[in-house]
């Protein structure tokens, strides 16, 4: 599957929005990926999820122990992918601030784990999950997501594998384009709401 055909499938699900948008980074950028409108769809996200699934299976040879994902966008395709990969999923949350294991999930101590994303901008929650699954004993041999819109240039510690890639431009927001000057932005993300 190709970046195109990753982009198709957003705009066929109405899930590739034009506008001004506040990123979980808090930088600006005038398109976001409503990846909740993909994961809506089991059809589609297993779609996905396996392509994706197939180059882990491809560029890390050996498969972890266990997949890990940040909640809120992270648990659907982390699931999925531990579904395609026959593996466990577990996800973390953000407790005081910082990511942590809830709900009865552990780790053994240096267990293997691929961190699973549903979309990369700068790698903030990436690095952030990664830091609290070491924490919590786990080994973080890679990262994946469902879409990189960093075109490659986020760095989260780890190889990222991510399903399709590509640079969205993004914005300081005291240094925005004039096309997004003026216009009222909007916050679809989860990041920061209560």
Known sequence: MTTADVLDIFREAGALLEGHFILSSGRRSALFMQKALIFQNPI??????????????????????????????????????????????????????????????????GQTVLMVEDIVTTGLSSRETIAAITKAGGNVIAGCCIFDRSGGDADIGVPLISLASKRFPDYDPNDLPPELAGTVAIKPGSRGLA
């Open 44 to 109: 589609l996200t297993a779609k996905v999820c396996a392509a994706l699934a197939d180059k882990v299976r491809e560029q890390l040879g050996t498969l972890p122990d266990v997949i890990i994902a940040p909640a809120m966008g992270g648990v659907i395709p982390g699931y999925e992918m531990a579904r395609q990969l026959g593996l466990n999923s577990m996800f973390m949350e953000r407790e005081g601030g910082e990511f942590t294991l809830r709900r009865g999930f552990t780790l053994q101590e």
